[in-house]
């Protein structure tokens, strides 16, 4: 087996930019650094590759490019999407939202509740999801906005957001959906599926970093937002600042690559990950996957190792680049919310590991991985366990 380490099995945390992404965003860099504002030729041409770019986010999500505002990210997406919603109302009201969310969109809301909105948090199961029938109990007729994330990003777990949708329509709120790590990877449809206002981000799925996109429905319902920065109008008055050309020429091209690939992507994740799983608890006793099999994001597992401590895993493995419960707030220390929101305690989670597989990840790379984590797994039990 040749394999060249480390191997990279983080995809939750950020994806390796695609060739052909890389291609796009050199050529704009390189050939087109007009602002898409301009009326004359370099403008025009900055503008063209910016429209290419909107109309391939728009096909993949199933919306019109009108209904697309470029951002710096899922971040700020979230933010806008947010806090932009609040803007608008003169008076506080009430905001669904679930223990599994993203810290994007957690800190905004404390935010929210800090200037006296009620923020109603819906707990999900201990299979990783939430049910449709709990939101729906937790709108009241003061509620304005549900926003519920797509996939989670440290379980890995798809929330039911088609019914969540429809729900939402016929209660006549807004809904929002965190779809970071679901873009790209699952079949989404904001139309069909009854979104109101959709963040994603280009570095989840082989674009560059430092952009994303927020989708805002214009028709059946339009939804309204207010601007949280305020300057040249660009992005119809949503988000102002010259756009970043070269990332959302590349972001256009993640979509237009993901559409193509997606399926055909998705079954072959499924299929290692299957096979990672298998390995790993056929050789470690009591290995369960943390969150329920399905639906979840194709290649991404959460296992816990009872009796082990998955910190100490990973420095057995420098040859994987692996992690503990969230990327984004581990490297604090912080215990992880959504391992505690299914019900793990303290030492639980400290026995959990995260491995997301991702398009370059070859057989033999997830082969190595299984091999190598069922060798830690049985050293660090022979030396006496967690300690
Ligand atoms: C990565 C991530 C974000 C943040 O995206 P950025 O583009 O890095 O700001 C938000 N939500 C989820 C679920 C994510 O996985």
Known sequence: MTVRTPVYLDHHATTPVDPAVVEVVRDALAGHFGNPHSAHAFGWAAKALVDRAREQVAALLGCAPAEIVFTSGATEANNLA???????????????????????????L?????????????????????????????????????????????????????????????RGVVFHTDAAQAVGKVPLDVMADGVGLLSLSAHKFYGPKGVGALFVRARGPHVRLRALASGGGQERDLRSGTLN???????????????????????????????????????????????????????????????????????????????????????????????????????????????????????????????????AAGKSRGEGGAG
């Open 110 to 170: 404390a935010e929210l509740a800090a200037a006296g909105w009620e923020i109603a948090t819906v707990a999900c199961r201990p299979d990783g999801r939430v049910r449709v029938e709990d939101v729906a109990e937790a709108i009241t007729p003061a509620t304005t906005l549900v926003s519920v994330v797509a996939a989670q990003n440290e379980l890995g777990t798809l929330q039911p957001w088609s019914e969540i949708g429809a729900l939402c329509r016929e």
């Open 82 to 108: 947010l806090k932009g919603h609040a803007a608008l109302h003169d008076r506080p009201g009430r905001i669904v939202t679930t223990n599994l969310e993203h810290a994007s969109v957690e800190r905004p």
């Open 245 to 375: 050309v070269p990332g959302i020429a590349g972001l256009g091209e993640a979509c237009r690559l993901a559409l193509a690939r997606r399926e055909v992507d998705a079954e072959r994740l499924r299929g290692l990950g299957r096979d990672l799983f298998d390995a790993v608890a056929g050789s470690v006793d009591d290995v369960r996957l943390n969150g329920a099999a399905a639906p979840r994001l194709p290649g991404s597992l959460n296992l816990a190792f009872p009796g082990l401590a998955a910190i100490r895993l990973i420095r057995e493995l420098p040859v994987l680049a692996l992690s503990t419960g969230s990327a984004c707030s581990g490297a604090d220390g912080e215990p992880s919310r959504a391992l505690a929101a299914i019900g793990l305690d303290a030492v639980e989670q400290a026995s959990s590991l995260r491995i997301c597989l991702g398009r370059h990840t070859t057989r033999d790379e997830a082969d190595f991985a299984a091999e190598r984590i069922v060798v």
